[in-house]
């Protein structure tokens, strides 16, 4: 099976994945994680790609179809049942791109997942995620907040938080998102492609309940 998942900034498309990953057997593939190991590793793409990022704003097309189709052609993980595309695509050209790519092969989408959050649990989730940098637990201020402030439940170490987690950059993002992004989906809604979902619950902690419309 592949899936692509999709939800502005914050909607909790790294936590659903990470439960759709494990039950279906798919190779999980993030577009952050992508941008993150190449701006580690100081490519041209990561370099280009961290200056897009830190400004609040969408990497461009190029880079992310590059950066997406040197997984799919090198390192996807051959064991897996089908891959969980998280965070791509992001533009209407990207969408297209990618379908021109894949149909009629074993790369071709099966399902897109969309995950509907309204803009205020959007701003909370963002503002208020912290992260530790040793063991990579996820934190939350309003929804799930480390037992003693700013330090991570599990190991102890400092929690940090992103640089693009602020009200300037989330207003940018969102912004592109509705522009750039909300296109996609109706695109994906033509194909007959898309599986709309509702968090009910406001995700005050990992695992909560998923109603589909």
Known sequence: MNILIMGAPGSGKGTFSSRLKETYNLDHISTG????????????????AKSCIDAGHLVPDDIVNRMVLD?????????????LLDGYP?????????????DSTDLATDVVLYLDVPED???KRILGRRSCPNCGEIFNIYFKPSAKEGICDNCGHELTYRADDNEESLKTRLGDYHALTE???????DLGLLKK????????????TLSKT
């Open 90 to 102: 992001r533009t209407l050209e990207q969408a297209k791109t990618f379908k021109k790519m894949t």
């Open 33 to 48: 994680d992508l941008f993150r190991e190449n701006i580690s590793k100081g490519t041209d793409l990561g370099k280009e």
């Open 121 to 123: 649990v959007l701003t």
């Open 183 to 189: 296109p996609v989906i109706g695109f994906y809604h």
């Open 71 to 83: 997984y799919l052609a090198n390192r996807m993980d051959k064991s897996k049942d089908g891959y």
């Open 197 to 208: 979902w509702m968090l009910t619950a406001i995700l005050k902690r990992s695992g909560q």
